[in-house]
């Protein structure tokens, strides 16, 4: 019996520290959802300021503002795929799901650059190509539908590998 609770005061902290371990590894991958969101959605994100300056009509400052989220984007999956998972089952699922999320966000947000090229088209085009480009524009807006579906699908995975997770560490 003595040696049972010595083996049991012995492996207490071992999982007590695994535990603690897998917390720190979903939050770091968690917080890349969370710097993701202030880039979009904050008052002074840099989605915010892409619409300022499509509102004024300044397509080149908002198409650099999609070079910027581009870049944000890139380093946030690359510190994704960096991030070890040797230490936690499911570690890698879940890491691979908060991969594909985040591509399929940078698909769906890097899309715009496409309609403001067009849009910057159209406001210098002719009254006769004007017309034709906006029904293609009106296709880019259409074929923005199937990158909305890829984020909520993969929105589903992750949130799923989060829930998977936290289940198998007990968390």
């Given at each position: 019996m003595k040696n049972l609770i010595i083996y049991i005061i012995f492996l207490l902290p071992l999982f007590s520290c695994n535990k603690n371990g897998a917390i720190s590894f979903r939050d770091t991958i968690t917080q890349k959802e969370h710097d993701i969101s202030d880039m979009l959605i904050s008052k002074n994100g840099l989605e915010s300021r892409k619409l300022e300056?499509?509102?004024?009509?300044d397509f080149d400052h908002a198409l650099a503002i999609t070079d910027s989220q581009q870049v944000v984007f890139d380093k946030t999956i690359q510190e994704l795929q960096m991030v070890n998972t040797d230490q936690f089952?499911?570690?890698?699922?879940?890491?691979?799901?908060?991969?594909?999320y985040h591509m399929a966000l940078k698909e769906l947000y890097l899309?715009?650059?496409?309609?403001?090229t067009w849009q910057k088209k159209l406001s210098t085009a002719t009254k006769q190509d004007k017309d034709s480009l906006q029904h293609e524009l009106l296709e880019i807006y259409k074929d923005k539908q199937k990158y909305y579906q890829n984020v909520y699908k993969a929105?589903?995975?992750?949130?799923l590998a989060v829930q998977r997770f936290?289940?198998?560490?007990?968390?």
């Open positions: 300056y499509l509102i004024a009509e089952s499911g570690g890698d699922h879940l890491k691979q799901a908060a991969v594909q899309y715009p650059k496409k309609e403001i929105n589903e995975a992750y949130v936290n289940k198998g560490h007990g968390l």
